[in-house]
């Protein structure tokens, strides 16, 4: 079997392998937020842990309509070169041909240009790759085929920035070419008339998260805008932008945040017929917003409607079917074609179900069989023939979850001894980063510090191994081999009820980089536990005078559950035989830890302010059970987070988006000596 336990731990019942990292309580802060915005304590800590700790941050955060947004003319330098190239082609009746991708982010990029630039009057067509046959991007053979049918401009969605050479053949053969992209920035740039990236743009920006199709969405409207042509326009640009981001895993901050929440309100009543069928077919309610002036209880979605169960079935047909079924889903106007592809795209997710459900079980199999010591390992490379390319991501982050540890997972393609693959990883480990560490071993790779995909030849596979297992030995500790579970507050049983649920909804649209808030309770009992589904726990869980019920996703094999746990959870509603109560999504549980007196107290943080190099200095002294947290603040307000003990902490002005140092070097070193000094700690 897999090995990532102590002989005591395996003695003991089988549990989930996590950490847990609970942000420490702010008392004063939390007060002042709660009293002055009129929410519940609870929400005032969740929005200090995503650094909104100040009045008008928060306001600005649960109102962001209220943020004047800079022109896009003024963010992105090609911008109005794009909208003039765009302009003339249309007015000269030339053909506009789109170069799309074959993920959710770029189907839905694709299909908001096709219904954009025929709506302004454009000859207008589109391709995407192979998934199979050619991979991610722009290629010669589609520039060549473009140039052959006539077309003068290429604009490509959530591709082409690293193509350099498609984009060099286009503009020799006389095509211009612009590319809308938000993928990391090449160090040599393609000779594009004009480049759309959110990337070669300030990181200050309200637009800098935004995916491919939030590129795609303000080039359509800033050209819909010149030519005067938004009426009807705008509202299912939008409603595509919502689907694509949130099933791209795009960040929900700034105008991602803002747009996806307008967006959220306006696809329960969507005019479009494939939306309608695709929101159908899915069996997706919509909420009332029944907490904010805002929303005037419209009935609304929330992202994980769409990460669940709009997205995948968007994603299925990308990842083991053809792009087509999509495109024509999102672009067409008539009811009958539109619910035969979303019947399409329904019974090809069930398939894509079965394919995942089945190379999980088998990549399983194996990792047990091969006795892997993931301690003296630290990753984990998974290879067996006759796997789908198109889903061994979606198992690839399921083993990520399982395991706790960075997962590398291929198969070989079809008669030819090359490995195609997918890579995750956790957050202490940066995959482009080690699939660069590897570059003299691979053939084609990218991705970014969460996820990548490669190829080899086979005959590398166990060097491959050998080199992951040096980068992981070099970022990786023993302690961050397992799950990170984060927790935002501890809450107890009478808390959990529908005002804490309906305030939640403040915090959202919650996704990356602002995730849904996780509460815990301690000492909880599991008074009934039962499995239902494929794997799944369902309990009956008791705290005090209350009962609270709770659904445990894919933890059948932890089944059954010591009676007395502390628990991890997210707040959802579940609707069974036409009652609505709230329930809790368990996403962490570990046997009871006991917090004394002493403990609880020195969750109020020891401060002291010092001066260094002729700098002033904030520092803070944070306690949570065992875990000692030093925190030191600068004049810009950077903060170094370093906890008791580790070589490496987080530097940065908040969690979401720090960067780990190595707190051994001379310059952190000396630096944390003097905030130990003034908190008399030495």
Not at 496 to 523: A, M, V, W
Request: charged share 25%; with cysteine.
């Amino acid at each position: 079997m897999v090995q990532n336990k102590s002989n005591h731990q395996t003695k003991q019942k089988k549990l989930p392998n996590q950490r847990w990292v609970i942000h420490p309580a702010e008392p004063e802060k939390t007060k002042q937020l709660s009293t002055s915005l009129n929410i519940l304590p609870l929400i005032a800590q969740a929005l200090i842990n995503r650094d909104i700790s100040t009045i008008e941050k928060a306001q600005a955060f649960i109102n962001p309509e209220s943020i004047k947004l800079p022109s896009p003319i003024e963010e992105f330098p090609d911008l109005d070169i794009s909208l003039n190239l765009l302009e003339t082609t249309i007015s000269q009746g030339q053909k506009i041909s789109i170069c799309g991708d074959y993920d959710a982010d770029g189907m839905t990029s694709t299909a908001l240009l096709l219904r954009s630039l025929k709506h302004l009057g454009a000859k207008v067509d589109y391709a995407i790759p192979s998934r199979m046959q050619e991979g991610y991007g722009i290629n010669q053979r589609i520039v060549e085929e473009f140039h052959q049918e006539g077309v003068s401009l290429i604009l490509t969605v959530d591709n082409g920035i690293a193509a350099h050479q498609p984009i060099t053949i286009a503009r020799e053969l006389g095509l211009n070419v612009i590319i809308t992209d938000h993928h990391d920035i090449p160090p040599n740039l393609p000779p594009a008339n004009a480049i759309l990236n959110p990337k070669l743009i300030s990181e200050n920006s309200p637009y800098r998260g935004v995916a491919g199709v939030g590129v795609a969405y303000i080039l359509a409207v800033s050209l819909a805008k010149r030519l005067g042509k938004m009426e009807g326009l705008i509202k299912p640009l939008l409603e595509l932008f919502t689907l694509g981001t949130i099933a791209d895993l795009a960040p929900l901050t700034g105008v991602n945040r803002r747009w996806v929440k307008r967006g959220l309100q306006f696809l329960p009543k969507s005019q479009l017929a494939g939306v309608k069928a695709l929101i159908q077919v899915s069996d997706v309610k919509a909420q009332e917003q029944e907490n904010s002036k805002q929303t005037n209880n419209q009935k609304s979605l929330k992202p994980d409607d769409i990460g669940f169960r709009l997205g995948p079935r968007i994603n299925a047909v990308g990842r083991i079917a053809d792009p087509q079924i999509v495109i024509e889903l999102l672009t067409t106007d008539d009811k009958e074609i539109a619910e035969a592809r979303a019947k399409q795209c329904q019974e090809i997710n069930q398939r894509r179900q079965e394919l995942c459900l089945e190379i999980e079980e088998q990549a399983i199999a194996w990792c047990e069989k091969s006795q892997i010591s993931l301690q003296q390992e630290r990753v984990l490379v998974v290879v067996q023939p006759g796997w789908h390319h198109g889903v061994i991501g979606i198992v690839a982050s399921r083993l990520v979850e399982r395991y706790g540890v960075p997962v590398f997972i291929g198969s070989y393609e079809e008669q030819e001894n090359t490995i195609r693959g997918s890579a995750r990883g956790i957050p202490e480990f940066n995959v482009f980063e080690a699939l660069q560490f590897c570059d003299k071993l691979l053939g084609k790779y990218g991705g970014h510090k969460a996820a990548g995909g490669f190829s080899l030849p086979g005959e590398n596979l166990d060097k491959f191994r050998s080199r992951l297992r040096e980068f992981a030995h070099q970022c990786l500790e023993i302690n961050h081999l397992k799950p990170l579970i984060t927790i935002d507050a501890e809450a107890e049983f009478p808390e959990l009820n529908y005002d804490l649920f309906r305030q939640i909804d403040l915090l959202h649209p919650c996704g990356i980089e602002n995730k849904s808030p996780i509460f815990y309770t301690r000492n909880v009992r599991i008074i009934q536990q039962k499995i239902v589904g494929k794997g799944h726990l369902k309990l009956t869980l008791i705290k005090g005078e209350k009962e609270m019920q709770g659904i445990a996703w894919r933890w059948g094999d932890y089944f059954p559950l010591p009676q007395l746990v502390d628990i991890a959870y997210q707040l959802k509603e579940n609707t069974w035989n036409f009652q609505t109560n709230i329930q809790l999504e368990l996403v962490g549980l570990r046997l009871p830890i006991e917090i004394s007196p002493q403990q609880k107290s020195s969750n109020q943080p020891q401060k002291a302010e010092f001066s260094y190099s002729d700098r002033p200095y904030t520092c803070s002294l944070y306690q949570t059970g065992n875990t000692k947290e030093l925190r030191i603040r600068n004049s810009r307000g950077e903060v170094l987070a370093i906890q008791q003990g580790k070589k490496f902490g987080l530097l940065g002005k908040s969690r979401n988006y720090a960067k780990q140092v190595d707190v051994s070097q001379p310059r952190f070193f000396h630096l944390i000596k003097a905030a130990m000094n003034a908190l008399k700690l030495n």
